[in-house]
Nanobody, 124 residues
């Protein structure tokens, strides 16, 4: 059974940082590209960050503007999203996802597996 479990969310003041982790079981993430998405109330789920198989290439949503980094540890089956300079508009549920496809990494339709999400709340 494939499981993606996010952790590290919480409440932080604007300008602060959070580090989200995604622990994966039931598959080897070395065979998957990994992504982070977020969904705020009343909004569509949107792409935050993605990382290719080896971790060499990363991709980000336009709103990130250098504030986030994404990394992976294939040996530990772990993906991490480091978020700095957080803003109130970053408040959302953040989801980890995995895809074994070769399509557009920023498309949520591309992903086969999803975690349950972790809440990030940024206060002003």
């Amino acid at each position: 059974q494939v499981q993606l479990v996010e952790s590290g969310g919480g409440l932080v003041q604007a300008g602060g940082s959070l580090r989200l982790s995604c622990a994966v079981s039931g598959l080897a993430i070395s065979d998957y590209r990994m992504g982070w998405f977020r969904q705020a109330p009343g909004k569509e789920r949107e792409f935050v960050a993605g990382v290719e198989w080896s971790g060499r290439f990363t991709y980000f949503g336009d709103f990130v503007k250098g504030r986030f980094t994404v990394s992976r540890d294939n040996a530990k089956n772990l993906v991490t999203l480091q978020m700095n300079s957080l803003k109130p508009e970053d408040t959302a549920v953040y989801y980890c996802a995995a895809t074994n496809g070769y399509g557009y990494i920023k498309s949520k339709a591309e992903y086969n597996y999803w975690g349950q999400g972790t809440q990030v709340t940024v206060s002003s």
